[in-house]
């Protein structure tokens, strides 16, 4: 904020483009990769050029889901050790088919290798630690959190389903669309693009469809049992129909109960219209998080990043002149430095705090970060008007 003198009536804001920092960032891991193997993932798919049409961060992010998602059919086979992304796309390309948290995982490790940031979420339908037979394969889902610089917030990607929801054409996090189902405004999200029954299980009809089958039934037979797995998914119907209920009300069901890491905790958000729901560890669909906190409050989830906040303190003022001091703070994982532009001058390395000198007139400070592999972060801008009386 600019600390103002009764009589410095003159010096006032004319623009202020500097929005306060939200929540704790440092929760934030960027990645938890190994660099070495980020990067043989970045050259060897080249992944530059799968982004390279985009003209800001959200639509480069975009083509790189719509890239991930077309490496394979959603299926069961068994992921390599360790999840590696290049031994995924390596099996993929052999006619392997991996599941929801598979296709998360390696578009996660895409974003990291080309220095997005992103973070994978577990999200959950109702009566999930007791679900009806039909859905006891059907209660859970993983998707991917990715910030956005252009839009300034969290934003959902489902590389499995190729799709994210907006509102007024703005990208939504989980927690918003957690929101809006919870309280029957499920109307206003816009699921782009819209998924149909048609569309999932397209994927299993012709020649694909038997070998299909025969994984989700040995799937559902180690988990549940015979019985189970002849009942409820043994055949194409059966498919089906389990694919129309996971879509169904553009899978926002699954968004009752949403698990978001930061830092070495995970937040699980229940409110009085949900209460916490029973993890029942013995149940063979259900994992255990022992990190996990119960919250009703965003901001610990939900913090800002690759944010510049500006900070104005008058330190010296005469008739010619005023002198500013400028503090920086900052919000973006992996901080490299500052870059400041005074008056719409090129921009230039600059320290976290120093003396600025205000001539009558207009004054601009614009500033941004840079992370460690070069990329910048959100510009803030002040504009600051001096006249003497």
């Known amino acids: 904020m600019l600390d103002r003198f009764s009589d410095l009536r003159s010096l006032k804001i004319t623009r202020y483009d500097n929005a306060d920092i939200i929540g704790d960032h440092t929760g934030f891991n960027k990645n938890s990769y190994d660099q070495t193997k980020l990067d043989r993932l ?8 799968v982004i390279r049409a985009g003209e800001t961060d959200w639509d480069k992010m975009v ?11 959603h299926g069961w086979s068994r992921v390599p050790e360790g999840g590696n992304a290049v031994d995924v796309l390596k099996a993929a390309e052999r006619g392997e088919a991996f599941a929801c948290g598979t296709y998360s995982s390696v578009f996660h490790q895409c974003c990291c290798a080309l220095g997005f940031c992103a973070r994978l979420i577990s999200i959950l339908r109702d009566k999930s630690d007791i679900p009806e037979p039909p859905d006891a394969l059907n209660t859970g889902h993983v998707v991917v959190e990715v910030w956005s610089d252009h839009y300034c917030k969290w934003a959902v990607m489902d590389t499995d389903l190729n799709c994210h929801y907006e509102t007024n054409g703005i990208p939504l996090d989980a927690y918003e669309i957690r929101e809006a189902w919870l309280s029957g405004k499920e109307e206003k999200i816009d699921q782009i693009p819209l998924i149909t ?6 994927d299993v009809s012709g020649s694909k469809g038997k070998e299909y089958v025969q994984n989700f039934y040995a799937v559902a037979k180690k988990m549940m049992g015979k019985e189970f797995a002849q009942k409820y998914h043994s055949n194409i119907s059966h498919i089906q129909a389990n694919a129309t209920r996971f879509i169904e009300h553009k899978t926002l069901p699954y968004y009752t109960y949403i698990i978001v890491p930061a830092g070495n905790k995970r937040y699980m958000f229940a409110e009085k219209n949900n209460a916490p729901m029973l993890l029942v560890n013995e149940y063979p669909i259900q994992r255990a998080w022992p990190d996990i906190k119960w919250t009703s409050d965003p901001s610990k989830a939900y913090f800002t990043l690759n944010q510049t ?15 500013l001091m400028v503090k920086l703070s900052n919000t973006t994982p992996d901080f490299r430095e500052y870059l400041v532009s005074i008056d719409h001058s090129d921009w230039k390395t600059a320290r976290d705090e120093f003396v600025w000198d205000i001539k009558q007139g207009i004054n601009t400070i614009r500033a941004l970060t840079v992370n460690r592999s070069g990329g910048k ?12 009386y």
């Open 197 to 202: 029954p048609e569309d999932r299980i397209s």
């Open 42 to 49: 970045k050259e060897e798919y080249d992944l530059q050029s």
């Open 63 to 73: 083509f790189l889901r719509k890239w991930v998602n077309s490496r394979w059919i």
């Open 309 to 323: 906040f500006i900070s104005l303190k008058v330190i010296d003022d005469t008739k010619s002149a005023v002198r």
């Open 377 to 388: 972060g959100i510009e803030s801008r002040i504009s600051v008007e001096y006249e003497l």
